[in-house]
């Protein structure tokens, strides 16, 4: 049984935008000769003409390898910081169910201040913890109430640190790529998902979607905004054929033709085959290789247009 947040404060990611609409002639990338979306991977940009393979290369070093040299050389500048521990999650976890309402950010705070940054908190302590509770949920060591109580403290925490991890932003533009964010229909867990959208704001996305939006609503959202990539969680091979049927839908509604479509979560971690099987185009194991994915997909094909 999945862990339940309806805990949320607000129906949208914090700072999110209205996505910027494109006219229905504008694409993202070629199409097929059958009219669907045509994404190169490894295995198939051997077919790009010289040109275009050059092209692509160029963009990829400007929107990947550029930046990720500038953010390594800043991260060498700073003093190494202390990594947190299995011990730590477990002590967080502890706060994360007591009485005090203020003990778990008080934790999470003196990890912190004594050198742990934004992102290792996140992609560490904070995703370790929210697995923890799962895994409590599931044995029944922890009832309804306090999985929610809990979720909705780590979304708090998030949600605190978010302005210093935001505080090395790039800067959005008015024509920003915009990224959707939905768990798989049928899936009520959201912390990764607000975890993944701190990492692709900070990267100058718009982030569309929120914690009370369902993978229900994709077709829906879709059809009335552009969006160019869509990214679902799911944690569960129950809600598989859901995710899958909501794709195909969703991919129709579409107004973006070549809509790029990511899948995670804790079952894509242990099946990455299923990526294919349920219509998406890529996984990513963490938030900045999602960033990452979501950037080469459309930088591929731009490159190849």
């Known amino acids: 049984m999945s862990c339940v947040e309806h805990v949320a404060n607000s129906s949208e990611w914090p700072g ?4 910027r609409q494109k006219s229905p002639g ?3 990338g070629p199409a097929s000769d059958h009219g669907t979306p045509k994404h190169y991977t490894r295995e198939n940009l051997g077919s790009l003409a010289p040109n275009r393979r050059s092209a692509l290369l160029e963009k990829i070093v400007e929107t990947e390898i550029l930046p990720r040299l500038a953010r390594a050389r800043s991260a060498a500048a700073r003093t190494s910081e202390p990594p947190t521990t299995l011990d730590d999650t ?3 976890v502890h706060r994360l169910i007591g009485p005090d309402d203020g003990a778990p950010w008080a934790y999470i705070e003196r990890l912190h201040a004594n050198g742990a940054t934004a992102a290792t908190l996140y992609l560490g302590i904070i995703t370790r913890a929210a697995r923890l509770l799962g895994e409590l949920w599931q044995q029944d060591r ?4 306090q999985v929610t109580i809990c979720l909705g403290r780590l979304q708090h925490i998030v949600r605190k640190l978010s302005p210093d991890f935001q505080a090395a932003a790039v800067g959005q533009s008015a024509h920003a790529d915009t990224v959707l964010l939905l768990p798989a229909p049928g899936e009520q867990h959201t912390i990764g998902l607000v975890i993944l959208a701190e990492f692709f704001r900070r ?17 829906r959202l879709v059809r009335g905004a552009w969006t160019d990539v869509v990214g679902f969680s799911i944690g569960s091979m129950q809600r598989l054929d859901q995710l899958t049927t909501c794709i195909s839908a969703m991919r129709k509604a579409s107004r973006n033709p070549y809509l790029a479509v990511l899948v995670g979560g804790p079952l894509l971690l242990e099946r990455p085959d299923l990526v294919a099987r349920i219509g998406a185009d890529a996984t990513a194991v963490d938030a900045p290789a999602a960033v990452r994915q979501a ?3 459309l930088a591929m094909q731009a490159a190849a247009d």
């Open 16 to 19: 999110s935008k209205q996505p």
């Open 203 to 219: 990267e100058g996305w718009n982030v569309a979607g929120g914690p009370v939006s369902t993978g229900y609503d994709a077709p």
């Open 90 to 92: 477990t002590e967080l």
């Open 295 to 297: 950037r080469g997909l």
């Open 26 to 28: 504008q694409s993202s």
């Open 142 to 145: 922890c009832d309804f109430t």
